[in-house]
């Protein structure tokens, strides 16, 4: 095996790594729907997001630091700063939309599967911005996973809701924040990166819920559970995967589009812990982006070429 052969196999390895980390970021990211949705009964949403990411910070920091992890510099600081302020945007748009939910709508499929419209939106700024050319694997998994949000998202109106439209904006966040992640995640420590970002999101939640809102003591003693859940699993543990899994992923689109399966795990929580319901244009709606997805992780020109020559 030459060193040509050699590169093309640690590329892969390191893909197939990436995409069982993002796989696993995504499954966390689904269920913590459910608990964003119980948070939001007690608490105000600059108050869920800015504890969760100071727990999510708290969890990560001694962790960064017994591994030898924590490698303050430029780089790590800038790229942290910056990923920290997109996602403190992000995250409470998300939560506000995710909080004008009503009673009768599916709160957790419905959110988590506009949310993963990132997929749409990193893609097309990849290309814009850096001029990173897609495959069309990609594009097609793009157009497959759109319509399949559009099932489970637009009514009889073809209208979105004002909720619908508050966690679409924190959708084009997150697309950004995928986006400066890739930039940074190269040259960056991860576990550093993660560390920043989280406690920059989370000082500026912290900050805002004092001027915006009234948390109380005992509200949060009532969210305590979930705050734990999306603090800890959510937030700290989750991100650092995302991070750590685009550092292997080579195309940022293809690892949006294996984050978007929080989508799918956030109607399965919706099902399980919430007692949702989906319909089943929503469910063919979940089949779909299920399967680009899968089709995303796929080089179609490779298997054409074996095909014919297995003809041959």
Same mark, same amino acid.
């Given at each position: 095996?030459?060193?040509?052969?050699?590169?093309?196999?640690?590329?892969?390895?390191?893909?197939?790594?990436?995409?069982?980390?993002?796989?696993?970021?995504?499954?966390?990211?689904?269920?913590?729907?459910?608990?964003?949705?119980?948070?939001?009964?007690?608490?105000?949403?600059?108050?869920?997001?800015?504890?969760?990411?100071?727990?999510?910070?708290?969890?990560?920091?001694?962790?960064?630091?017994?591994?030898?992890?924590?490698?303050?510099?430029?780089?790590?600081?800038?790229?942290?700063?910056?990923?920290?302020?997109?996602?403190?945007?992000?995250?409470?748009?998300?939560?506000?939309?995710?909080?004008?939910?009503?009673?009768?709508e599916?709160?957790?499929?419905?959110?988590?599967?506009?949310?993963? @419209?990132?997929? /749409? =939106?990193?893609?097309?700024?990849? $290309?814009? *911005?850096?001029?990173?050319? &897609?495959?069309?694997?990609?594009? +097609?998994?793009?157009?497959?996973?759109?319509?399949?949000?559009?099932?489970?998202?637009?009514?009889?109106?073809?209208m979105?809701?004002?909720?619908?439209?508050?966690?679409?904006?924190?959708?084009?966040?997150?697309?950004?924040?995928?986006?400066?992640?890739?930039?940074?995640?190269?040259v960056?420590?991860?576990?550093?990166?993660?560390?920043?970002?989280?406690?920059?999101?989370?000082?500026?939640?912290?900050?805002?819920?004092?001027?915006?809102?009234?948390?109380?003591?005992?509200?949060?003693?009532?969210?305590?559970?979930?705050?734990?859940?999306?603090?800890?699993?959510?937030?700290?543990?989750a991100?650092?995967?995302?991070l750590?899994?685009?550092?292997?992923?080579t195309?940022?689109?293809?690892?949006?589009?294996?984050?978007? @399966?929080?989508? /799918? =795990?956030?109607?399965?929580?919706? $099902?399980? *812990?919430?007692?949702?319901? &989906?319909?089943?244009?929503?469910? +063919?709606?979940?089949?779909?982006?299920?399967?680009?997805?899968i089709?995303?992780?796929?080089?179609?020109?490779?298997?054409?070429?074996?095909?014919s020559?297995?003809?041959?």
């Amino acid at each position: 095996m030459n060193s040509t052969d050699n590169a093309k196999t640690n590329i892969r390895k390191n893909n197939l790594t990436g995409s069982f980390m993002l796989l696993l970021t995504s499954l966390i990211w689904g269920f913590a729907f459910s608990f964003q949705v119980e948070a939001a009964k007690y608490l105000q949403p600059i108050t869920i997001n800015g504890i969760r990411m100071m727990l999510g910070f708290l969890t990560l920091l001694p962790i960064a630091v017994a591994t030898k992890n924590l490698v303050i510099n430029k780089k790590s600081a800038v790229g942290g700063i910056l990923c920290g302020i997109c996602l403190f945007v992000a995250s409470i748009l998300q939560q506000l939309g995710v909080g004008m939910y009503s009673k009768t709508e599916a709160a957790a499929g419905k959110s988590g599967f506009i949310s993963a @419209l990132y997929i /749409v =939106f990193v893609p097309f700024l990849s $290309f814009a *911005l850096f001029k990173i050319k &897609l495959k069309k694997s990609i594009l +097609i998994s793009v157009v497959l996973a759109l319509i399949g949000m559009y099932l489970l998202c637009v009514k009889k109106d073809v209208m979105l809701s004002s909720a619908d439209i508050f966690v679409l904006i924190s959708a084009m966040c997150y697309a950004a924040h995928i986006l400066i992640v890739d930039r940074f995640v190269k040259v960056a420590n991860p576990l550093t990166l993660s560390c920043f970002q989280l406690f920059v999101c989370g000082l500026l939640g912290i900050t805002a819920m004092f001027i915006f809102e009234t948390p109380t003591i005992a509200n949060i003693k009532s969210a305590l559970f979930p705050l734990v859940f999306v603090g800890v699993f959510s937030s700290g543990i989750a991100y650092t995967l995302q991070l750590t899994g685009q550092k292997r992923i080579t195309e940022p689109a293809a690892a949006s589009l294996l984050m978007s @399966l929080e989508s /799918v =795990f956030a109607a399965i929580s919706g $099902f399980l *812990l919430l007692g949702e319901r &989906l319909t089943l244009k929503e469910f +063919i709606g979940c089949i779909l982006v299920f399967v680009a997805v899968i089709l995303a992780q796929m080089d179609i020109k490779s298997l054409f070429r074996k095909k014919s020559q297995l003809i041959k």
